[in-house]
């Protein structure tokens, strides 16, 4: 079956970048997603690129995707305290809802 | 961006009693709706998909006379726990998909935290 996988925690210094890295199975998957969720919170869409594209720059988000390797990330650049949240990786596989990875909590350090 | 609302925010109920929650999406038609359900530092696990005017689509191993969904109309879906019990305790979002230019986005209500005592 569809399966994501992340790192569960990342630790950066403030003003640092953030590499949040995910790995997907599912190739037919047309859009893969980013969301945030801060604490107590529900889900807030960053970002979203489809598959045939390599790379989306939106200000300071980066997202990078190699399809070959099935290997998603996503660059927060100047990372800021407010950055402190967990964030999703989703896939959608073709004719199926979205599959969540299991979230990657980003802790930046003063 | 497309903006969902979920009521209430959060809840607080005896055991047995049934709890509702109201999902909305407030500028867009949602065609369909989805009900996840989180458990702390845990990813959402889907629990049923509604489309509007028929009945949920239950995921395997969610009581569908349990958890009991509503989506009467293109802007609102209800989920109603029915006897809840401390187990039901958990974290509820919904999210909505509509019309338009990026049917295959989700956006994502805020979630209700419900606990039962």
């Known amino acids: 079956g569809e399966d994501v996988e992340q790192s569960l925690f990342l630790s950066v210094r403030e003003g640092d970048s953030s590499v949040i890295n995910c790995t997907y199975t599912?190739?037919?998957?047309?859009?893969l997603y980013w969301y945030k969720q801060e604490p107590g919170a529900g889900l807030q869409l960053l970002t979203y690129?489809?598959?045939?594209?390599d790379m989306k720059q939106d200000q300071r988000l980066t997202v990078l995707l190699n399809k070959k390797d099935k290997h998603l990330s996503l660059r927060i650049a100047d990372t800021q305290t407010g950055d402190s949240a967990i964030y999703f990786c989703a896939e959608t596989p073709y004719g199926q809802n979205f599959v969540f990875g299991p979230g990657t909590r980003l802790s930046v350090l003063p | 961006g497309a903006v969902v609302s979920q009521h209430p925010s959060r809840v607080i109920c005896k055991s047995g009693t049934s709890v509702k929650i109201e999902c909305r999406s407030l500028d867009f038609q949602a065609t369909t709706m989805f009900w996840y359900r989180q458990f702390p530092k845990q990813s959402l696990m889907l629990m049923a998909t509604?489309?509007?005017?028929?009945?949920?689509?239950?995921e395997q191993g969610v009581e569908k006379d349990k958890f009991l969904i509503n989506h009467a109309s293109l802007t609102l879906s209800t989920l109603t726990v029915t006897s809840a019990h401390p187990e039901d305790s958990s974290f509820y979002i919904c999210?909505?998909?509509?019309?338009?230019?990026?049917?295959?986005?989700?956006?994502f209500g805020p979630g209700t935290r419900l606990t039962v005592l």
């Open positions: 509604s489309n509007e005017g028929s009945k949920a689509t239950y």
């Open positions: 690129i489809f598959s045939n594209m």
């Open positions: 999210s909505a998909r509509g019309a338009g230019p990026r049917t295959d986005t989700q956006y």
């Open positions: 599912d190739s037919s998957s047309t859009y």
